[in-house]
């Protein structure tokens, strides 16, 4: 929903190996070096390493780790990025899964591209209206929301809806503005922190989790990071 100007084609290949590495060398690519690999396409927007550190916890690294019991490679997962818009998060999510997983990048319009990663994960972009359309997705892993919560009026009827998507037990991802003032065409229908720990304790939730914030350009307020689990 909020609209990143991102091709995944213009970013940096996600290399393979463990989850600090692997967003160390993100980091590098697009910031290091002279300026050489700098992408003058993030000059005004969220730079992928910027997206993937809002996100970043300790139950998404883990994700990639092997069975602590049998030593197994982690099994693939099957991911949903609602209003995905141009998929930035979609990108900073398949950057924590294991190989094989797949990351469903919905929205009413989107540029993503079908496309695998360099790690594996297949992106798979459906345009469709998450609030309004079925999405018959069912035993879903997980599911994210980037900056499009906001554009959703009820929110309580969505998370009835989106629960029939979830494995039993397994999370939401939302980046959100800390506010509940609304700005009309962007930010309609606001959820700030407290007012989505209350949405989602209400819906029979009980970890609503911050995971980290930072300046947003929404001025009035910050964006802010947050992890759900039943």
């Known amino acids: 929903m909020e609209q990143h100007v991102v091709h995944f084609r213009d970013l940096p290949v996600?290399?393979?190996?463990?989850?600090?590495?692997?967003?160390?060398?993100?980091?590098?690519s697009i910031n290091g070096g002279k300026g050489r690999n700098q992408n003058p396409i993030f000059a005004h927007h969220m730079q992928?390493?910027?997206?993937?550190?809002?996100?970043d916890?300790?139950?998404?690294?883990?994700l990639r780790?092997?069975?602590?019991?049998?030593d197994e490679p982690p099994k693939p997962m099957r991911w949903a990025d609602l209003g995905c818009g141009s998929g930035l998060f979609t990108l900073a999510l398949s950057h924590f899964l294991p190989v094989d997983s797949v990351v469903y990048a919905i929205d009413r319009r989107t540029s993503v591209r079908q496309q695998k990663t360099?790690?594996?994960?297949?992106?798979?972009?459906?345009e469709l209206d998450f609030v309004k359309d079925a999405l018959n997705l069912g035993e879903l892993d997980g599911i994210i929301m980037a900056n499009s919560l906001h554009y959703?009026?009820?929110?309580?009827?969505?998370?009835?809806?989106?629960?029939?998507?979830?494995?039993?037990?397994l999370p939401f991802v939302l980046v959100e503005y800390d506010t509940d003032v609304s700005l009309p065409v962007w930010v309609p229908?606001?959820?700030?922190f407290n007012?989505?720990?209350?949405?989602?304790?209400?819906?029979?939730?009980?970890?609503v989790e911050k995971i980290s914030d930072r300046p947003s350009a929404f001025g009035r307020s910050r964006m802010y990071s947050a992890l759900v689990r039943p």
Do not use: T, W
């Not at 996600?14 to 590098?28: E, F, Q, S, T, W």
């Not at 916890?57 to 883990?62: A, G």
């Not at 229908?189 to 700030?192: A, E, I, Q, R």
């Open 14 to 28: 996600v290399g393979a190996g463990g989850c600090a590495d692997h967003h160390d060398r993100i980091k590098n």
């Open 118 to 126: 360099a790690d594996g994960v297949s992106i798979v972009p459906f």
């Open 57 to 62: 916890n300790k139950y998404l690294r883990r």
């Open 65 to 70: 780790l092997p069975d602590p019991l049998g």
């Open 195 to 207: 007012s989505l720990q209350n949405l989602f304790y209400a819906s029979g939730y009980v970890r």
């Open 189 to 192: 229908y606001p959820v700030s």
């Open 152 to 169: 959703v009026e009820d929110k309580p009827g969505l998370i009835q809806k989106l629960e029939q998507e979830l494995r039993p037990g």
């Open 48 to 55: 992928l390493a910027e997206a993937i550190d809002l996100i």
